[in-house]
């Protein structure tokens, strides 16, 4: 049994942002902070105030988070990057709405006082009884995690403890977000106690300016009565918020997160439901009682479609039956479709999986090796490419010559000729591909082209079985990722606005090719019309292409078959790091790091000089104990990890890794924590700093072997399109669904019944046999998910229990 805590956030787009460039516009981006800790940042719009991003992730969080928040900046070249505001959002908020929120958020001011962080150790006791005076007892013992206010990357933290309008304060720890104070305070209580509080507050100590506040825990001394004693590690709280007047002036984000809180059970409690769904697709099927599959389709809204679609695929592609529940699909949705010009246009089941199929692991690597050169030549060419006569901007276009400048009719020209380089370059890439696209893409486009072909075989509808590919393939595949390269990790930021133009256009001409019609195009947008020979051309070779493809060999050509297909969740994570190595923490050098080129395998981490380095040295994954963080203020970089691991002679080896960025410093924390979750001997805690001048310089302790001033970090990990499947979780989700829908599949299994009375009374039984199948499944589902609950609840009752006595 696992916890599975996931966050899905969308970041839509913003509006009404404030100006803050000179040029009366903004470049504006966010960062994604769990608990204030960074883990993701958007790209860059440039050069507005209402930029659209569109950029969605999923993280793994652990089920112990507090807050979810969005700080929107400003990029700036040649200064610091200025704060425009942030959007906070807490789990209970995220709780209370289980279907998720979409909504616009107001951006509010940062206020340095709410912008906290951490833990701090206390044991608090009341001491005395009746006879004598009581007193109260604080002892402050350390802080984790504290925030960063001054510029060394570090605070000067000291407590202040307060009670009843007496203070008393601790000594200072200078250069330290993991303080150890171990000091005691105490008061003399009143009497009677009312409703007094004891408040802790941590605070950053400045010489010159004003100290900053760090956070604080208030404790009630009447709930003390009762247990006499608190100790125990509390999260640091914020004042209050200061309500500004000018809320709304900062402007709004659009946002889409939906928090999803799954418990898992063990493999074989999913077993009967994935039979089950596993023979609704078997071809042994005699289709005597109506299809689940159908049910599903028929009982899912347009709402949770996507959801769906994204998990039974996955489900079927683990049970190694994708093409059989493809196959099923296109069979329901040509059975409901008269008009083959509507065919796969709407966003039904069928479209929505095909479209998760395409998207896994083994069509986004065929897409990079397709798209990648083509893409990568406009954004480093960045030529200005425009065809629409009302859009020319001559200014943009630059000169002809030395003297002249250059007409509309130049640029158009010059633009048709870079279009259809880029068309035709992309078109004999896609012809080539059909010798490498993999073996399951190909069978599925295979079954889909002769499904289209039997149930239209007319030949005035020659050209619908052709249209069925492409509207796949070019309308939902290739030209979405030609508009949005980063959104389909083409390119790791987005593109210019002149970039963006070009792709733009490029996208409208293979939507133009994969409708197989120029004639449409050229009536709708006649300033297409220069690209009308390429987009002939294209047609040709695409049509070539399906053809090819369609006619894939048998899977029994196994050579064939490992050329064409790629592994499924075996992706190697790759590029250049600069890196560090110590044993057991020796004293680093000056500039310790250097360029490797390091790999992500199966079993190990190596990392070499070059890319194609014969020589390399490597870590095995089953030895890494700790992946995390490291203080910025130690290598003056706030993008650096360290992994750490054991030799076999049980000496400590740790491996700095500094990432340019920290998207990439967090798809590397991620990959790697994946990797190693079943490591059997990890560290439950660790130093976020370095061993140096004889001291840790997180907390400032002389030990060496010191366990650690801060807990590891396990739990926060961002879900990549290349991750390994998780066939329980998948069947954990089905189930979560179906069993949201099982009153309107009980509804419309019993109108299929009253529609088909004309059948044989042992088919109608079968029928029920099958769905009474399903329902029991979901019950004994059920009824586990219900035992673990109620242990919890009793695990809880007993903890409570135990603080009481």
């Not at 929120?101 to 009341?126: A, F, K, R, Y």
């Not at 005699?286 to 689940?292: A, I, K, S």
């Not at 910025?632 to 360290?642: L, R, W």
């Amino acid at each position: 049994m696992a916890k599975r805590t996931t966050l899905f956030i969308r970041i839509v787009e913003g509006k009404h942002l404030p100006i803050k460039d000179i040029t009366g516009s903004s470049d504006p981006y966010c960062i994604v902070r769990i608990d204030n800790e960074a883990i993701i940042r958007t790209a860059t719009i440039w050069k507005t105030l209402s930029p659209f991003w569109g950029e969605e992730y999923n993280v793994h969080v652990p089920p112990s988070f507090h807050t979810v928040s969005l700080h929107v900046m400003d990029e700036d070249s040649l200064s610091r990057d200025d704060v425009i505001g942030k959007v906070t959002i807490r789990k209970e908020a995220l709780t209370a709405k289980p279907q998720g929120l979409d909504c616009w958020m107001n951006l509010t001011e940062i206020d340095p006082d709410e912008e906290v962080q951490g833990e701090i150790h206390l044991q608090i006791s009341l001491l005395g009884d009746g006879r004598a005076r009581r007193r109260l007892r604080c002892s402050v013992l350390e802080a984790r995690d504290l925030a960063k206010k001054d510029r060394n990357g570090a605070s000067d933290p000291f407590v202040r403890v307060r009670y009843n309008g007496r203070s008393q304060e601790s000594a200072v720890v200078k250069k330290s977000c993991y303080p150890r104070w171990n000091e005691t305070f105490e008061f003399e209580l009143d009497d009677p106690l009312a409703d007094s509080l004891l408040t802790v507050e941590v605070w950053d100590w400045d010489l010159v300016s004003k100290n900053d506040f760090l956070g604080k825990v208030l404790f009630n001394i009447n709930r003390l009565q009762l247990a006499r004693q608190e100790e125990g590690w509390f999260h640091l709280g914020s004042d209050e918020p200061k309500h500004s007047q000018d809320e709304g002036t900062l402007g709004s984000l659009r946002l889409q997160l939906r928090l999803r809180d799954e418990t898992v059970l063990p493999s074989s409690h999913y077993q009967p439901l994935t039979e089950l769904l596993s023979q609704s697709v078997g071809t042994h099927l005699n289709g005597n009682w109506p299809d689940l599959i159908m049910l599903i389709d028929e009982t899912t809204t347009s709402e949770s479609r996507q959801e769906v679609a994204n998990n039974l695929v996955k489900l079927f592609l683990g049970q190694g039956l994708i093409k059989e529940f493809l196959d099923v699909l296109f069979k329901l949705e040509l059975e409901k479709t008269t008009e083959p010009n509507t065919l796969f246009r709407s966003n039904s089941l069928a479209s929505k999986s095909m479209e998760s199929f395409l998207k896994q692991v083994t069509g986004m690597q065929y897409l990079h090796r397709l798209l990648g050169p083509v893409i990568n030549r406009i954004f480093e060419e960045k030529k200005y490419v425009e065809l629409d006569p009302n859009k020319v901007e001559l200014k943009e276009a630059g000169c002809a010559g030395l003297h002249r400048i250059q007409t509309e009719a130049d640029v158009i020209q010059q633009s048709s000729a870079l279009l259809q380089s880029y068309l035709s370059e992309l078109m004999a890439a896609l012809l080539q591909s059909a010798l490498y696209c993999p073996l399951l893409l190909c069978q599925a486009f295979q079954q889909l082209y002769h499904r289209v072909q039997d149930r239209f075989p007319e030949p005035e509808y020659r050209k619908v079985k052709f249209i069925a590919v492409t509207s796949f393939l070019c309308l939902r595949f290739i030209s979405p990722a030609i508009m949005s390269p980063k959104l389909f990790h083409l390119r790791e930021k987005h593109a210019d606005a002149r970039t963006s133009r070009t792709l733009l256009l490029l996208a409208k001409a293979v939507q133009t090719v994969g409708n197989l019609d120029t004639l449409v195009c050229c009536s709708k947008e006649p300033w297409m019309a220069p690209l009308q020979p390429a987009i002939q051309q294209g047609i040709t070779q695409l049509k070539d292409f399906i053809t090819r493809l369609v006619c894939c060999p048998d899977s029994e050509d196994v050579g064939l078959q490992s050329r064409m297909s790629l592994q499924f969740g075996s992706m190697e994570k790759e590029g250049f790091l600069f890196l560090h190595k110590t044993k057991d923490k020796c004293m680093l050098m000056t500039s310790p790091f250097k360029k490797y080129y390091v790999t992500l395998s199966k079993d190990t981490l190596s990392y070499s000089r070059t890319q194609h380095s014969k020589k390399s040295s490597f870590i095995s994954l089953p030895k890494i104990r700790a992946v995390e963080k490291v203080e910025e203020k130690c290598f003056g970089s706030a993008n650096v990890m360290q992994i750490i691991s054991s030799e076999d002679s049980g000496q400590q080896e740790t491996l700095y890794l500094d990432c340019k960025s920290v998207n990439e410093l967090n798809q590397w924390l991620s990959a790697l924590r994946k990797a190693c979750s079943h490591n059997a001997n990890t560290m439950s805690c660790y130093h976020p700093g370095i061993y140096k001048a004889d001291r840790w310089s997180c907390c400032h302790q002389k030990d060496k072997t010191d366990p650690g001033c801060d807990n590891t970090r396990h739990g926060v990990t961002l879900q990549e399109w290349y991750d390994p499947l998780d066939p329980d979780l998948e069947a954990q989700l089905i189930y979560r669904h179906l069993s949201n829908v099982h009153s309107s599949m009980r509804d419309k299994y019993h109108e299929l019944i009253k529609q088909e009375e004309a059948d044989k009374a042992d088919e109608g039984g079968e029928k029920a046999d099958g769905l009474t199948s399903l329902f029991h499944i979901l019950q004994d589902l059920r009824d586990a998910h219900t035992v673990v609950e109620e242990k919890e609840r009793s695990k809880c009752r007993n903890v409570f229990l135990e603080l009481q006595t």
